[in-house]
């Protein structure tokens, strides 16, 4: 199965900073991969995604991703954090099922940031 | 506001009982997902529907089910609930989800208490 990893439980840095939440992958085939956030007590919102191409993706609230093959990375980037991007971020990859040619999202177990004023 | 929306916000209820989760996709959408999230296992896939038929299946226990019905909303059905079943329990829809690279955009979810 197609899985990601999320190597940190927390992220701090403080507002004004440049902010990184560090995604790595384990596929057979091509990643399409996925960024969501979750506030609390709130649905996931959804960032971005890699499908294909550019290897740099802008996402919404000024968010990125650098999609990183020889290091199977996918992490989430923000120039200047802000203490209103405090919250829950999942990584998310695409899982092909077998059957009824349906698919699912295989989230990592998240990353909290914390923005300090 | 994604557009999907879930009812009830909250459920609290006693250990076997049954209880329906109401999930209305954002308009256009064909397919819809049911998603259990919890501290110890996290978000994992329950199951995926696509224009009212069953499309893909997770880690979906035996005691749950559920449907698509033509207006596309869906239901999911808990029951014999357990202690272990409380959870936020998330809906999402994508515009088709046939090859896994269109979006799927979640609902508030609803939060399950078992007592």
């Known amino acids: 199965a197609q899985s990601v990893a999320q190597p940190e439980d927390q992220v701090n840095v403080a507002e004004g900073n440049p902010l990184t939440v560090k995604c790595t992958y384990s596929?057979?085939?091509?990643?399409?991969l996925f960024w969501y956030v979750q506030y609390p007590n709130r649905g996931l919102q959804f960032l971005l995604k890699?499908?294909?191409?550019?290897?740099l993706v802008k996402g919404s609230y000024g968010f990125e991703a650098e999609f990183n093959k020889s290091q199977t990375s996918f992490h989430l980037k923000k120039p200047s954090a802000l203490v209103s991007d405090s919250a829950l971020y999942f990584c998310?990859?695409?899982?092909?099922?077998?059957?009824?040619?349906?698919?699912?999202?295989?989230f990592g177990k998240g990353t909290s940031l914390l923005v300090t004023p | 506001d994604s557009g999907v929306t879930q009812t009830p916000k909250h459920l609290i209820t006693a250990t076997g009982q049954r209880v329906t989760l109401r999930c209305s996709p954002r308009?256009?959408?064909?397919?819809v997902y049911w998603y259990q999230q919890s501290l110890d296992q996290g978000l994992q896939f329950l199951i995926q529907?696509?224009?009212?038929?069953?499309?893909a299946k997770g880690n979906i226990l035996e005691r749950f089910s559920a449907q698509q019905f033509p207006d596309l909303h869906s239901e999911l059905n808990l029951s014999s609930l357990e202690l272990g079943d409380s959870a936020l329990y998330f809906c999402?829809?994508?515009?088709?989800?046939?090859?896994?690279?269109?979006?799927?955009?979640f609902g508030p979810g609803t939060r399950l208490t078992v007592l």
């Open positions: 999402a829809s994508s515009v088709v989800g046939g090859k896994g690279t269109d979006t799927q955009y």
């Open positions: 596929v057979s085939g091509n990643p399409y």
């Open positions: 890699y499908i294909t191409g550019d290897n």
């Open positions: 998310a990859v695409r899982d092909i099922l077998t059957g009824n040619s349906g698919y699912a999202l295989n």
């Open positions: 308009s256009g959408d064909l397919s």
């Open positions: 529907y696509y224009n009212g038929e069953e499309r």
